[in-house]
């Protein structure tokens, strides 16, 4: 455990904005999580090692992991943001065809996805280069290029924080459809931590994953791999390292590096309507985007298309940039403080709106 205090949140996520933090703690393990937990909501002292802080409780805690989909606020947060640091991966069973693998929360997303290409397993190598980490995956119910966590998920453990103990939650229990799941939306949310996932992924010689691809991706492969491997592939599942590879390059080029450029990776959901909603569906269509069907019975279409005939990609507003190679995203080129930010989300939305007749929602969340 490793305890400071004023820390600018800016410092901790992607986007560079907010201002500081009391107190923020970093974790090892699931049990310095409970103790800081229970620290903040009742009061107390708390050690490191080396500093002693006092609470007279209880203090709002916010769990952060990469920092990649989270913004601060100007006036920061006045209680614990709490770092998740656990970090492992481990084959928990297998058998000849598929095989858990559990992570623990603070382990970076890629090096999960990569040690399970490395080992020739199937079903997350499409989620390649996503920033963050294993535990926030879950609660966004991460997806890329046809593929989302809810799919290989088996179960979380997580710090139930009103009943102060560990729990198993099953897929079924998280409820997790598009960016939403039990952790983040509805009565419950918030109350759960996870502390470690456990997926089921498939030997990719027995179950590797087969057209169709999304454009970009079927594009990178049909430059890139001959028509005998191509063939070969369609017929027997591609293998995890191809896919990862194309993935990885195609999110390289089209998207910033949150290291190198401020930015919080998609700044903007996609947009979803039932089938059934006549009138959505009139406005997708007037659009002139592509309307997707979805294998729950929904249909989606790209927020970053109507941005983009919208007239904003590769505008600078209030000091964001539109990033001209995928719309959804906004680099932080110039901002200086949330207001900034809020003042170019509202220029976007309310064009999109007169425009499109669709109102967009932010992705990322944010720390109150």
Same mark, same amino acid.
């Given at each position: ?30 049990? %310095?999580?409970?103790?800081?937990? /229970? ?8 050690? /490191? ?22 913004? *601060? ?29 559990a992570a623990g ?26 920033? *963050? ?13 046809? %593929?989302?966590?809810? %799919? ?52 990719? /010689? ?8 999304y454009n970009s ?35 390289? /080029? ?80 110039s901002a200086k ?19 499109? *007749? ?11």
């Amino acid at each position: 455990m490793k305890i400071r205090e004023n820390v600018l949140i800016s410092e901790l996520t992607t986007m560079r904005l907010g201002g500081e933090a009391r107190y923020v703690i970093e974790v090892d393990n699931k049990w %310095q999580l409970k103790t800081v937990i /229970d620290w903040a909501e009742d009061g107390g002292e708390l050690s /490191d090692g080396k500093k002693i802080i006092q609470s007279e409780g209880p203090l709002p805690w916010f769990v952060l992991g990469g920092g990649a989909n989270t913004i *601060g606020r100007d006036e920061g947060f006045p209680g614990v943001i709490i770092l998740m640091r656990e970090n492992w991966i481990d084959i928990i069973d297998a058998t000849e065809e598929n095989v858990m693998v559990a992570a623990g929360a603070g382990t970076v997303w890629d090096d999960f996805v990569r040690f399970t290409v490395e080992h020739n397993f199937s079903g997350v190598e499409c989620l390649a280069k996503i920033p *963050g980490t294993v535990g926030a995956a879950p609660v966004q119910n991460i997806g890329a290029y046809g %593929q989302e966590v809810s %799919q290989t998920i088996d179960h979380v453990e997580a710090y139930d924080t009103v009943a102060r103990e560990f729990v198993i939650l099953g897929r079924d229990e998280m409820k997790m459809s598009y960016r939403e799941t039990l952790f983040n939306t509805g009565p419950e949310a918030g109350r759960y931590i996870i502390t470690s996932v456990a997926f089921i992924l498939y030997d990719a /010689d027995f179950e590797g994953m087969r057209p169709p691809f999304y454009n970009s991706l079927q594009k990178y492969l049909d430059e890139n791999l001959g028509a005998k491997d191509k063939e070969i592939y369609n017929l027997e599942g591609y293998p995890p390292e191809v896919l990862y590879n194309g993935v990885s390059a195609i999110r390289g /080029d089209k998207l910033p590096d949150p290291s190198v450029s401020a930015s919080s990776g998609s700044f903007f959901r996609n947009i979803y309507f039932e089938s059934s909603n006549t009138e959505a569906l009139a406005l997708a269509e007037k659009s002139g985007c592509k309307i997707y069907d979805k294998p729950d019975g929904r249909k989606m279409i790209n927020t970053g298309a109507l941005i983009e005939k919208a007239g904003f990609s590769g505008k600078l507003l209030h000091g964001m940039r539109v990033s001209e190679k995928a719309s959804l995203v906004l680099i932080n080129e110039s901002a200086k403080s949330y207001a900034d930010l809020a003042a170019a989300r509202a220029e976007i939305s309310a064009g999109v709106l007169d425009k499109f *007749g669709f109102e967009i929602r932010q992705e990322p969340v944010e720390i109150v």
